[in-house]
């Protein structure tokens, strides 16, 4: 039993080929896993770059709508104050007529 032992210690030509074997899958396995990981990295910037773009445009459309916004504020007040100022020119029409109407009754014209 001894000598057996002793001779499965001793490499033979099929036990250098399988370990050979073994080594080329391996690094065959690990060259895999390198263009795997580079694959990745690769993806990982392209997508860093579109989430980029995607927040550069949301901010562009932000600030669109902040300067539509903005306009249309601007457009209303101007609005509202011409509407004020027609309102008021109507009222101060209103109390002249009236104040002269008064005037004409006192004097008796």
């Not at 250098?16 to 396995?29: D, F, H, P």
């Not at 669109?64 to 008021?88: C, F, H, I, P």
Request: charged share 35%.
């Amino acid at each position: 039993m001894l000598a057996k032992f002793k001779m499965s210690l001793v490499e033979g030509p099929a036990a250098i080929g399988k370990r050979q074997q073994r080594q080329a899958m391996a690094a065959a396995r690990a060259e895999r896993a390198v263009q795997r990981e580079q694959i990745r990295q690769r993806q990982e910037l392209e997508f860093a770059k579109q989430a980029e773009i995607a927040a550069q445009a949301a901010a562009n459309a932000a600030q669109a709508a902040a300067d539509k916004a903005s306009r249309e504020a601007a457009e209303q007040a101007e609005l509202n104050a011409q509407l004020e100022a027609e309102q008021k020119a109507a009222r101060d029409a209103r109390y002249a007529a009236r104040k002269a109407a008064k005037k004409q009754r006192r004097r008796g014209y």
